[in-house]
């Protein structure tokens, strides 16, 4: 079985143990007819945000199921004025979708891109700057679609003149 901590994971995918390893849960998981602490998971599932395992008691042998669901940890985002908020994954998501409009992107390759860039905050730390959001998914963009990219990029970097603007396309062509 792997080990992960499970105190934090996200569509079924642990953020904290190996990199999108399945929270493994704990084994450890006391009877409700005998106290014991050994069980065996005889069955898993995986739904949004929850597992659920039928357990089977290694003493008497009953059968139970436990119902595992998310512990989320708090994320914060400081602002450019120094102000908090909690960090808002609908907002980021809208963020990546209007950049990414009319573009050749699956809906599923812009859920991965949410995943790994949440993942990078989360391990960032508690409190994350609205700059380095920024940064992380402007990174993620110019991967899968140089045009999300620019479009990102002119609205998050605030381009002043075309001069920045060409810059940014140049650099874009060397690459
Ligand atoms: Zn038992």
């Known amino acids: 079985m792997l080990s992960c901590s499970g105190s934090y994971y996200y569509n079924g995918l642990c953020f904290l143990g190996k990199k999108n390893t399945r929270y493994c849960g704990d084994p450890r998981m006391q009877c409700p007819y005998c106290q014991h602490l050994e069980t065996k998971v005889i069955d898993k599932?995986?739904?949004v945000g929850r597992t659920k395992r039928?357990?089977?008691c290694l003493k008497c042998e009953k059968r139970f199921n436990t119902h595992e669901a998310v512990e989320e940890v708090r994320l914060r985002v400081i602002k450019k004025d120094?102000?908090?908020e909690d960090?808002?994954?609908d907002k980021l998501k809208r963020g990546i979708e209007k950049a990414c409009e009319k573009r050749p992107i699956s809906t599923e390759r812009i859920d991965k891109m949410i995943i790994t860039i949440e993942d990078k905050l989360r391990k960032k730390g508690k409190e994350v700057p609205s700059?380095?959001?920024g940064e992380m998914?402007?990174?993620e963009l110019k991967k899968v679609d140089k045009v999300a990219y620019i479009r990102f990029a002119s609205v998050y970097r605030d381009f002043t003149d075309i001069s920045?603007?060409?810059n940014e396309i140049k650099k874009l062509v060397r690459t």
Do not use: H, M, P, Q
């Open 45 to 47: 599932r995986d739904a």
């Open 54 to 56: 039928r357990r089977e």
């Open 82 to 84: 120094g102000g908090r």
């Open 87 to 89: 960090f808002d994954r």
């Open 131 to 133: 700059t380095f959001i």
């Open 137 to 139: 998914v402007s990174k």
């Open 164 to 166: 920045d603007f060409k």
